[in-house]
């Protein structure tokens, strides 16, 4: 079975940094295009950031760009999502997820539905 267990959210003050991790299992991770979504109280979920399988394509959301770095380590299957400069808006639960095709490349907006459990992220002063 596919599982997807992120990790390193938290409580950070408005301008700080995380870096979350996703570990996954259950699938050949180096040859999937993965991403990124999130899910404030209250909205559905949105799409942050997405990289290809060798990690050579990446895109971000308007949101995000500039301040988030999405990469990946297919040595050790996991995804990870570096997130600088943090906005009170950020705050939100995130998810990793896996493309549902193994010869999809970065397709923006794009919201699997096949994802792990998520991490909070809490962006306040």
């Known amino acids: 079975d596919v599982q997807l267990q992120a990790s390193g959210g938290g409580l950070v003050q408005p301008g700080g940094s995380l870096r979350l991790s996703c570990a996954a299992s259950?699938?050949?991770?180096?040859?999937?295009?993965m991403t990124w979504l999130r899910q404030a109280p209250g909205q559905g979920p949105g799409w942050v950031s997405a990289?290809?399988?060798?990690?050579?394509?990446?895109d971000y959301a308007d949101s995000v760009k500039g301040r988030f770095t999405i990469s990946r380590d297919n040595a050790k299957n996991t995804l990870f999502l570096q997130m600088n400069s943090l906005k009170p808006e950020d705050t939100a639960v995130y998810y990793c997820?896996?493309?549902?095709?193994?010869?999809?490349?970065?397709?923006?907006?794009?919201?699997?539905?096949?994802r792990g459990q998520g991490t909070q992220v809490t962006v306040s002063s």
């Open positions: 997820a896996k493309y549902p095709r193994d010869d999809l490349g970065v397709i923006p907006g794009l919201l699997p539905h096949t």
């Open positions: 259950g699938f050949t991770f180096s040859k999937y295009t």
């Open positions: 990289i290809n399988s060798v990690g050579f394509s990446t």
